[in-house]
């Protein structure tokens, strides 16, 4: 008689008595084997673990849908990519063959954007502190600057001096729309400071503005929001209009959009809280359509998303490295990815896919990072089966300022894949101790 | 040997019932099979190769895990 599979022996106390039992398969016993038809065993084997995985399918159908929902209601529509969100060149890059513009706020960003050869007029160029030279050049290029502060503008008007030339610009706006707001950006428009830097700008005959930009927030799942950021910048727009004679060029609404991710706060999961695209473009376009220009007057329509476009196509491949029982009894399993590589745990209540089956029945366990660090824990409460050393685990969704913010720390960075047409590429090599410690000098001084 | 501290009553499915207390529990096959195999008073080495001989496992993986497995039952006041 063949013996019977081993699943690890396990008892789970009801939380109150009586209570019914838990038979049935949560979502975390069904193994996810595969990303885009290959076995995930194989890609760690190949590429090791932890690896992150981009599905390239994934990632321009987010880009087609977000577009399309945009472009169906406003007639001069554009995206332009948030590139802080996720800067590997080829997710930029995938992203600018579907049509996106960049949207960047550093001068490190514009020459990545630059380097894979963005045109500088398809750039915007944002975020309160761009150098001297850097603006100069963004200028020279033709790109889109929308200005933070007042000694922005300083620079920008001794920069038309030297140019020789009125310098067209975008002023980032805020106002009380979230709780807490956004204030730390742009100028304030219930204050008067929006109007008063407008004017003075104009006035100047220096520069002319020619664009609006609020951006209000990250993970903005309320509606609301964005139509009072919407209504809040027509209203603007009508007051430049008519008082100082604006005509705009543009109007950004910014980025903002929730992924389907659940916040550590969220009283119901993210896949149920989240907006589509088409409530998102609904929210926004209708208020600003209710300006009653004729289409060919409206002013372009900007939005800069970032987690939205990139957060869902990617996914870690994760290994256990120990299981233990801590003092109350909880189950506490290791991994080998820890929040050095995943920085948005602390925002987001990760789902977690078991990849082999490890039977159907679950228990509550606290999932730690690989880091020797107390605060690394990665979800403090999931419900898994038996996992067990060596095997797999899938986070999926991970795709949003985890690669950009990751630090190097205690281990390597990992390695990034992309798989299209069941064809594996790798993005990113892993780190290597050579790479990490390439700036590093040791003066002879300090040798032992 | 092990001492229940409770009467307890286990359903085929894994349902376990402690009559004093109300309490109750949910173990999985092999917990089950173990459990069993404790009532009927078998020891640590005896329950090792009825594990051996039934299951797909290695011998130092089954002894870790039945350690575990008591260790809990222990935790849980179960024994
Ligand atoms: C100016 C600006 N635009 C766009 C974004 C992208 O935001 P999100 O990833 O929430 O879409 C950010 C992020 O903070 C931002 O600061």
Redesign the pocket.
């Known amino acids: 008689m063949p013996k019977q599979k081993y699943i690890k022996p396990i008892i789970i106390r009801h939380a109150s008595a009586g209570m019914a039992n838990k038979f049935g398969r949560p979502l975390t016993a069904i193994p996810t084997q595969r990303i885009e038809g290959i076995q995930i065993q194989e890609l760690a084997a190949n590429y090791g673990s932890p690896l992150f995985v981009l599905s390239v399918r994934e990632l321009r159908q987010r880009y087609r849908e977000l577009h399309r929902a945009f472009a169906n209601r406003y007639p001069n529509f554009q995206i332009a990519y ?1 590139y ?2 996720n800067y590997l060149k080829s997710v930029c890059s995938i992203l600018h063959q579907e049509g996106a513009w960049a ?1 960047v ?1 550093s001068g490190f960003e514009y020459d990545i954007a630059r380097d894979l050869g963005m045109p500088g007029n398809q750039i915007i160029f ?2 309160p502190y761009k150098k001297r030279d850097e603006l100069k050049r963004a200028f020279i290029d033709g790109a889109i600057v929308n200005i933070d502060n007042y000694d922005e503008l300083n620079v920008i008007e001794s920069l038309a001096d030297e140019l020789g030339k009125t310098l067209e610009i975008g002023v ?1 706006l805020n106002m009380n729309l979230n709780n807490p707001p956004w204030y730390k ?1 742009g100028f304030n428009v219930e204050s008067g400071q929006a109007y008063d830097v407008v004017r003075r700008a104009q006035s100047s005959g220096k520069v002319k503005v020619v664009g609006l ?1 609020i ?1 209000a ?4 799942d309320d509606l609301t929001i964005y139509q009072k950021a919407a209504a809040g910048i027509l209203q603007f727009y009508q007051s430049i209009r008519n008082q100082l004679g604006v005509t705009l060029k543009y109007w950004d609404l ?4 929730a992924s389907r991710n659940t916040l550590h706060w969220a009283y119901l999961p993210g896949e149920q809280t989240c907006p589509s695209y088409s409530q998102y473009a609904d929210a926004i376009s209708s208020t600003l359509m209710s300006i009653g220009l004729p289409p060919n007057e409206m002013p372009r329509l900007f939005i ?5 476009l990139v957060d869902e196509p990617f996914s870690l491949i994760t290994k256990v490295v120990a299981e233990k029982r801590l003092p109350s009894g909880q189950r506490a399993v290791i991994l080998d990815a820890g929040m050095n590589i995943l920085s948005s745990v602390q925002w987001y209540k990760y789902g977690i896919q078991t990849v082999q089956d490890s039977g159907t029945m679950v228990e509550d366990t606290v999932l730690y990072g690989g880091l020797c660090m107390n605060i690394d824990v990665l979800n403090a409460n999931v419900s898994l089966p038996q996992v067990r050393f060596g095997e797999y685990l899938l986070i999926p969704h991970v795709g ?2 985890n690669l950009s913010q990751s630090w190097q720390f205690i281990f390597l960075k990992p390695a990034v894949i992309a798989i299209e047409d069941g064809e594996v590429k790798v993005i990113k090599r892993a780190e290597t101790r050579e790479i990490v410690q390439a700036a590093e000098e040791l003066p002879d001084d300090f040798r032992f | 040997m092990y001492e229940f501290k409770n009467e307890l009553t286990m359903s085929k499915s894994g349902f376990l019932f402690d009559h004093s207390s109300g309490q109750t529990y949910t173990l999985n096959p092999t917990g089950k099979l173990i459990f069993e195999k404790m009532q009927e008073g078998l020891d640590d080495e005896a329950i090792l190769s009825t594990l051996i001989e039934e299951f797909e496992v290695e011998a130092h993986i089954a002894r870790r895990d039945l350690e575990d497995f008591i260790r809990q039952l222990k935790e849980m006041g179960v024994i």
């Open positions: 948030s802080k969100t949207e706020v944002n975020g980032r950006f930009h951006h927030g990250t993970y903005i910014g980025g903002g959009f800069e998303p970032g987690r939205a949003a300022y």
